[in-house]
């Protein structure tokens, strides 16, 4: 097999396990990202998280680790995404 179809069939093959990753997550709380996020943010998981593949809470930490390595669009998803997300408040009461 050529250097060319090794790198494309591993290149599906991360592909592949990312979508699966993901979709497993967006079953799970906590971890998953959005469809939007996903698109965006694809090949930013690829050029600094590969190494975390298919963990996605490895690749979500990864992901937050490099922000400032992000592409614009994929840090722009996920800074409109942190702000819409519902911060968890503590509950008190008044007596």
């Known amino acids: ?24 997550a967006a079953t799970s709380s906590g971890f998953a990202f959005s469809p939007e996020a996903q698109q965006m943010c694809t090949g930013d998981a690829f050029r600094l998280c590969a190494a975390e593949m298919p963990s996605i809470p490895r690749i ?15 840090r722009a998803v996920l ?12 509950a008190t009461t008044r007596g």
């Open 60 to 74: 979500t930490a990864c992901i937050r680790k490099n922000k400032s390595s992000l592409s614009s669009g994929c």
């Open 79 to 90: 800074d409109k995404e942190d702000g819409a997300a519902p911060k968890n408040k503590v």
């Open 1 to 24: 097999m050529s250097e060319n179809r090794t790198t494309t069939v591993r290149r599906i093959g991360l592909t592949l396990a990312l979508v699966l990753a993901a979709s497993t």
